[in-house]
Structures are given as C-alpha cells and as structure tokens.
C-alpha cells in the first residue's frame, strides 16, 4: 500500500509548478508597474494643464501692465514733444508702440501658444536660452551671497546677546567672578 500512495512532496504537485508561480509573480509586477505609469502620466498631464492656466492667467496680468505702463511712455513722449524735443519723444513713442504690441500677444495668447513659442525660440537660439540660464543663476548667487551675509551676521548678534552667567555671550572673554563672602 504504500507504494501506491503519492504525495505531493513526492510528484512535486502543489497545484501549480514552480515556473507557474514566477510567471504569476512578473505578470504582477508588470501590472503594479503599468498602473503606475499611468498614475504618472496623469498626474503629469495635470500638472502641464495648471502649467498652462497659470501660463494664461499671468500672461493676461502682465500684458494688461504692459499696455498701461505703454500708454504712460506716450505721455512723456506727448511732454517731451511739447518741450520741443521731438528726437527723444519719438524713441519713447517707438518703445510705446513696442511694448503695446507685446502687451497685446500676452493679453490675447492662450498658455499654450506662448509655451509653444518659448520652446521654438529655445530651440532656434540654444545659446540664447544657455546664456540666460547663465545670467539667472548668477543673479540667483548674488542674491543668495547677499542674504546670507545679512542671515550670518544678524546670526552673530544673536550668540552675543546670548549669556551664560560667566560672560557677555558667545565668543566673549569671561568675567572675573567675584568670590563670595
């Protein structure tokens, strides 16, 4: 009897081979891993969609201020005429003119079109773009340089301020103490 009774331990039969259970395992990796691309790129098409809104929305603010700081060139340059100076006042007007037709691409273009331009602009002048980049993080160091001397000594009067009981604070020679009587 038994010979004739077969384990699973014996046959190797656990309901499911070996390479069964892997293959279970990878299909469900590659499935965590597909829904997570999909996780991603929704929420990278949403980020680009409040890209683009802000895009739109600043874009309006700033045109809008464009235009009224245009208007207040041709004043000047409507001053600088009626002083009979009409060489400067007709360098404003073209500078007025200028800003009022920026102003207008701002205010009438969607977030869209003016990002599409920023990347055709980039990709015509990629030097451009690179010395840009390079102007703003030189002036992001100097205002960070700037900030931290002003962080870093406002911080040294603050550990002068600070006793302990045998001084005048942090760094300071200590004071005699006077023995008790």
């Not at 205002?143 to 604070?169: C, E, H, I």
């Amino acid at each position: 009897m038994p010979d004739t009774v077969r384990t699973a331990a014996s046959t190797g039969d656990y309901g499911e081979s070996p390479e069964g259970s892997t293959g279970q395992a990878q299909q469900k990796a590659q499935d965590v891993a597909s829904q997570a691309q999909d996780k991603a790129r929704e929420a990278a098409g949403q980020a680009r969609g409040r890209v683009r809104e802000q895009v739109d929305e600043r874009s309006t603010q700033i045109g809008e201020q464009v235009n009224s700081n245009a208007g207040d060139a041709r004043a000047v340059a409507d001053e600088l005429r009626q002083q009979g100076k009409d060489t400067p006042a007709r360098y404003v007007e073209q500078a007025a003119e200028k800003a009022e037709q920026f102003g207008g691409y701002l205010q009438n273009s969607d977030g869209d079109r003016i990002l599409r331009d920023i990347e055709d602009f980039g990709r015509r002048n990629p030097w451009a773009v690179a010395a840009g980049g390079l102007l703003l993080g030189f002036a992001a160091s100097r205002v960070l340089k700037a900030s931290s001397t002003q962080r870093y000594q406002s911080s040294q009067g603050d550990f002068a301020n600070r006793g302990n009981g045998l001084g005048d604070g942090y760094g300071a020679r200590p004071t005699q103490l006077e023995p008790r009587a």
